[in-house]
């Protein structure tokens, strides 16, 4: 299984940036689709942004033009650069890895398809 870990946790104003980074313990391309995650407490896990082993990626509308998801050139690393922070992305960010395609039945922004959570990194913005 794969077992991530995230960071890169922060409080920042409106309007700035923040780089979060997923650490595997296995070769991330092992996986059909990376995904980042985050949660608002009271509220379901939402889907951020996913990549897949083709390299397409996915975002959910809130974050479109905003956010990006990379890999890094080390095989087992995940980023997520986040720009033009609005109170509104304040959260608990998680990255998580899916044997399932990304684009296959709504797997990229559906938790119960993902497995080898991190522990989470707090999102703060003010």
């Known amino acids: 299984d794969v077992q991530l870990g995230e960071s890169g946790r922060g409080s920042v104003q409106a309007g700035g940036s923040l780089r979060l980074s997923c650490g595997a313990s296995?070769?991330?391309?092992?996986?059909?689709?990376m995904g980042w995650f985050r949660q608002v407490p009271g509220l379901e896990r939402e889907g951020v942004a996913a990549i897949g082993r083709d390299g397409n990626t996915y975002y959910a509308e809130p974050v479109k033009g905003r956010f990006t998801i990379s890999q890094g050139n080390a095989e087992n690393t995940l980023y997520l650069q986040m720009n033009s922070l609005k109170p509104e992305d304040t959260a608990m960010y998680y990255c998580?890895?899916?044997?399932?395609?990304?684009?296959?039945?709504?797997?990229?922004?559906?938790?119960?398809?993902?497995?080898?959570w991190g522990q989470g990194t707090q999102v703060t913005v003010s």
């Open positions: 998580a890895a899916s044997r399932f395609r990304c684009g296959y039945g709504g797997t990229w922004y559906t938790p119960s398809r993902f497995n080898g």
């Open positions: 296995v070769y991330i391309s092992s996986s059909n689709c």
